[in-house]
């Protein structure tokens, strides 16, 4: 009788899996996702009320993100999530991670097509002096009928200085980690604020470098194949490294608080995943973007 009841008790710890009250947040999510594309389309089509519709919806989106990242958080610290609950977790950040992986797989597609294929091809018919006589296959290329020069970003200014610091950074939080594991709050804190302030580095030279593309290089959004793919791959790495740093900076405040143990800490590790993750892309920016 005791070896049944401590083997029910063994089977009903392992098959444990908190499952939370229903909460309004994901329809509260919805719709504030809702009310940002329709002002997004009034906006972009000239009609009153867009920027209502942004500023309410980006409002109703951060209030959600609060509240409900609180839940997540009382119910994390409260002893609620076990080995299913993590595993689950590593799961889904992992899901979310590949999904980045091939949104810029996709731009990083489109800036292999039109530097491989498409700007070669549009030259080879430059024979027929009809069809933008002068255009050669190189690159940087704004591509055909683009009459305005411009000057291509430098790979050995700012951008060599944001790799050294994002790469930097790559160390500082795999350090922050090992002193988590370690236990060693100092630490801990000391290379996760340290992670912090490279990332803001990293924003800030990339701030400079745009000022620096659009008034002395001519260099746009609309300066055809080079610009659009130039700012596209850039911008959204840079938007996810301001995602990133705001994560880390959560984070920092929660082991500021005293949260998690070298044991039981994997929305630290999540937030490491997800930088790593920025350090690898802006890599291969950096190389096929800037260098060759």
Known sequence: MAQGA???????RQAHYYVP???????????????????????????SGGWVGLALGLMILIYMMFRWFGDVIRESESGKFGAWEDLSFRWGMSWFIFSEVMFFAGFFGALFWARVMSVPDLASLTSNTYLWPGFSGHWPSAGPGFEETFT???????PALNTVLLL????????????????????????QGLTILLGVAFLICQAIEYSHAYSELNLKLTTG?????????????????????IMLTVIWFRCLSGHFKPEHHFAFEGVAWYWHFVDVVWLGLFIFVYWL
């Open 152 to 158: 291509p970003m430098g790979a050995w200014g700012l």
């Open 168 to 191: 930097s950074s790559g160390v500082t939080i795999t350090l922050a980690h090992w002193s988590l594991i370690a236990n060693n709050r100092g630490k801990l804190l000391l290379w």
């Open 225 to 245: 194949a080079y610009g659009t793919t130039f700012f596209m791959l850039t911008g959204f790495h840079g938007f996810h490294v301001t995602c990133g740093a």
């Open 6 to 12: 401590s083997t029910t008790s063994t089977t009903t």
């Open 21 to 47: 009250q229903p909460m309004p947040w994901p329809i509260m999510g919805s719709f504030s996702l809702f009310c940002m594309i329709l002002g997004g389309v009034f906006l972009m089509n000239g009609t």
